[in-house]
């Protein structure tokens, strides 16, 4: 199975600055993940990262408040800028292991964020 | 529209006690359907995998059933734990997007 790490775990933030999170994978993957999960809610896409070209933002997230780097197949960065106090989530990265079944989706242990 | 509901929301039961989750989904075309086990301040963690073929799977004490024509599925836990005690979500693939959508969840607590 993909081992993800993820960086950091949790931290606490002020209203208006930025925090990257940091994703890492021990296989090269194709395409990368980026959740957000708020608190006692499910998960939500917010874009796929694929290695050498922009990351796909879904409906509701802009690169802007979301920017994604995807310098190589095993690494991934997420950046929540201006943060106010609604970006309080845990973000999750996930990618895909297309050699096993069905292309099983593994998560990383989440950043958990507070912003005040 | 494509979306996964999950039921009960919450759940209580005893330690040794046996339970079963649903999910319903109206997602199509469909591809597979996950169940996915989140402890608290973890990442989901996979239990079970099933393409549209397939009606039923086992992992250890945990066994999801699949009706791709009703468009419903289960988690049954047999014989429950304390470490049971965690999130249980279903993640439905759509084969036209291969996107993945998420349940809400259902919250279970066993209780010594």
């Known amino acids: 199975s993909a081992v993800i790490s993820q960086k950091p775990s949790r931290d606490i933030c002020q209203r208006g600055t930025s925090l990257t999170i940091q994703c890492q994978v021990d296989s090269q993957v194709t395409m990368m993940f980026w959740y957000r999960q708020q608190p006692g809610q499910s998960l939500t896409l917010i874009a796929t990262?694929?290695?050498?070209?922009?990351?796909?933002?879904e409906s509701g997230f802009v690169i802007d408040k979301f920017p994604i780097s995807r310098p190589n197949l095993t690494f991934s960065t997420l950046t929540v800028s201006n943060m106010s106090p609604e970006d309080s989530s845990i973000y999750l990265c996930?990618?895909?292991?297309?050699?096993?079944?069905?292309?099983?989706?593994?998560f990383g242990e989440g950043s958990r964020l507070t912003v005040l | 529209k494509n979306q996964v509901e999950q039921s009960p929301q919450s759940l209580i039961i005893l330690e040794g006690k046996n339970c079963t989750l649903q999910c319903n989904y109206t997602v199509s075309p469909f591809s597979n359907l996950r169940w996915y086990k989140q402890d608290t301040g973890r990442g989901p963690v996979s239990l079970t995998i099933?393409?549209?073929?397939?009606n039923t799977k086992s992992n250890g004490r945990y066994t999801a059933t699949l009706d791709a024509d009703t468009k419903q599925s289960s988690l049954h836990i047999t014989a429950s734990q304390l470490s049971d005690s965690a999130s249980y979500i279903c993640v439905v693939s759509h084969s036209g997007t291969y996107k993945y959508i998420f349940g809400t969840g259902t919250r279970l607590k066993v209780l010594a």
């Open positions: 099933m393409t549209f073929s397939e």
């Open positions: 996930s990618v895909e292991d297309p050699r096993r079944d069905a292309g099983e989706l593994f």
């Open positions: 990262a694929n290695q050498g070209s922009e990351a796909t933002y």
